[in-house]
């Protein structure tokens, strides 16, 4: 609730303004029970019909300026709700962004989404009610205490008696409600990562005739939600007929005591009337707050949730963290890899301690003791099979993930005393899977980094898409609406590779991004990006021989370690492994 909170405050006058709002119509709407007693029991008797008149156009104007009021409140305070949700989740939002590739794994997608969506929801709902809901609950309830202990004391101890065991059944029940609904949202989270999967992956699941198989297992993870939900539920159901029946008796027993009391001539008529009015307004506001405390409870787990994110250290709040040195030259050196090592997983280990400890296996590596170096301009070809760590050294270069032994330094600098901006402005990358928006075929090359259109022309050229380019509808050529879906895999990748040409980038990594493309393109593609971007140090992974043979170094990885280093006629000397897959895959082009 501290981030509920924190959040009003930066909107203290608005927010005060719709409670002060809230607060005069509450006032009003307590007079009214007391102009109708006072009617009743004085201006009627009096036979003055201008009396009448009198306290009934005050009655009919306080009803009126009570509605209007709670109008206008209801609307602030929805306005404020909205406004506070829209900065709750652009902040959360802007913390995703920055998270590492640790944290990503930790958090995981499903639940971030399902945290900038139902969370922030629950959070606008509970921002809501505090404008609204929780000024006249209180009112309604104390106010209306108040006004029958003066209009009868005797009459109003019924009620007082109700108080303290209303609240505590509350409490009691409604306490329960935060763990259960945090409970709620993880299912959630459980259910947006299977409708996720299959909605990117349609595709597969139709190819393979699982649509059954699909349905059963949402059916599953939605089952387990919706009994949470309703385990949920039911108990914050619970204080609704409890509370009703209470006040029911209490009811029952103002109505007994007050009749007799007019019998015996002690009250008047109108006091009975205004109690029983009173007494609506009081169960009016011990259900509201049985309500706010349903909408705090499920606020409170969700605001728990954004908080967890929002108080996480991200990329861009621990950039900069320098060893202690400069950048420094070291033979002219660009790329360093010294005996890197790195495991995913670290967060989830750290939390669940030692494994080795308790038991359980230990963290294999993704990559162990990994070292090379590049000069600017050189080029690295990366292969080995799949899982065997070819893009954890994407991942650690432009730090994503932190190692867990040994540097990585790029002109000499250690990447860790860079900043988040500066260190990936290096970098000009095509990533494995990665994204096409939905956007113009100009903006998606772009990217919003307001490039020269003859640079981003020269890319097309060199990711050899000019051909597909010219195929669009004339005039409209870079201005055309493109997106994933609609463009067929060599078609994504070259767009993919004239994005991180564009940039002319000091450091080019192309991960699996031929994959795709006929031999021919490829090898077009490549000596494009050879003659016309010289000075850009190029680290390609592949799985083909073809892809990687003439570049400069050749790195061999196999389950995260350095089985073969070199130019292709050391390795075929000296590594078994690269040799075979070479002539494995040549084999099979001849």
């Known amino acids: 609730m501290k981030l509920i909170f924190r959040q009003m405050k930066k909107h203290w006058k608005p927010v005060a303004l719709a409670i002060l709002i809230k607060f005069l119509g509450s006032v009003s709407e307590l007079s009214l029970p007391y102009i109708l007693e006072y009617i009743i029991d004085e201006v009627v008797p009096s036979g003055v019909l201008a009396m009448v008149l009198l306290w009934g156009s005050l009655m009919f104007v306080t009803a009126v300026v009570f509605r209007a009021l709670n109008v206008v409140a209801n609307k602030r305070a929805i306005d404020n709700a909205h406004r506070i949700s829209y900065e709750i989740r ?135 939600l919706t009994g949470s939900d309703v385990t949920a539920a039911t108990v914050m159901a619970m204080p609704g007929p ?60 969700s605001a728990n949730r954004i908080a967890e994110v929002l108080a996480a250290d991200t990329d861009e709040e621990i950039s900069g963290e320098a060893d202690g040195e400069a950048g420094c030259e070291e033979g002219g050196e660009h790329i360093r890899f010294e005996h890197v090592s790195f495991s995913y997983g670290k967060q989830d280990a750290d939390e669940a301690g030692d494994a080795a400890d308790f038991g359980g296996e230990t963290r294999e590596k993704a990559l162990s003791d990994i070292s090379f170096t590049m000069k600017k301009g050189e080029t690295l070809g990366i292969i080995g099979p799949t899982g065997c760590g070819k893009s954890t050294i994407v991942n650690l270069l432009m730090r994503f993930y932190e190692t867990d032994e040994g540097r990585i330094l790029i002109d000499g600098k250690p990447v860790s005393a860079y900043g988040k901006d500066e260190l990936r402005r290096k970098f000009g990358t095509v990533f494995q899977n990665d994204m096409i928006f939905q956007n113009t075929l100009y903006e998606n090359v772009d990217f919003e980094r307001r490039l020269d259109p003859k640079a981003i022309r020269s890319a097309v050229e060199d990711a050899c898409a000019a051909e597909y380019v010219d195929s669009l509808e004339k005039g409209l050529q870079y201005e055309a609406s493109i997106k994933g879906a609609n463009l067929s895999g060599g078609q994504k990748q070259r767009m993919l590779v004239a994005r991180a040409l564009a940039g002319d980038p000091d450091i080019l990594i192309l991960d699996d991004s031929s994959s795709a493309l006929d031999y021919r393109t490829d090898a077009a593609m490549r000596k494009a990006i050879l003659e016309h971007h010289p000075d850009s140090t190029l680290i390609l992974i592949a799985q083909r021989v073809s892809s990687v043979m003439n570049m400069d170094r050749i790195l061999v990885l196999d389950n995260g370690k350095c089985i073969g280093y070199g130019t292709h006629e050391e390795l075929m000397q000296s590594c078994r492994d690269y040799r075979e897959t070479y002539e494995v895959q040549m084999g099979a082009m001849s």
């Open 90 to 224: 652009q902040e959360l939002f802007e913390k995703t962004m920055n998270l590492s590739g640790t944290q990503f794994d930790s958090l995981t997608l499903p639940s971030l989404i399902s945290r900038m969506t139902s969370d922030s929801y629950n959070v606008q709902s509970a921002v809501a009610q505090l404008q609204s809901l929780c000024v006249r609950s209180p009112m309604m309830l104390l106010g209306g205490l108040i006004m029958t202990m003066f209009m009868d004391l005797k009459l109003s101890l019924v009620l007082l008696l109700l108080m303290p065991v209303l609240i505590l059944v509350i409490y009691v029940i409604s306490s329960k409600g935060i763990p259960l609904y945090s409970v709620v949202q993880k299912k959630l989270d459980v259910v947006v990562r299977v409708m996720r999967e299959n909605i990117t992956g349609i595709r597969v699941v139709k190819a393979l005739s699982k649509e059954d198989f699909e349905k059963r297992r949402f059916a599953e993870s939605n089952h387990e």
């Open 242 to 301: 409890v509370i009703q029946f209470l006040l029911n008796i209490g009811l029952s027993v103002v109505v007994f005591v007050g009749a007799w009391r007019v019998n015996i001539g002690e009250i008047k008529p109108g006091v009975i009337l205004a109690f029983l009015t009173y007494f609506n307004m009081i169960t009016m506001g011990v259900m509201g707050l049985s309500r706010i405390f349903i909408t705090m409870s499920k606020a409170s787990a």
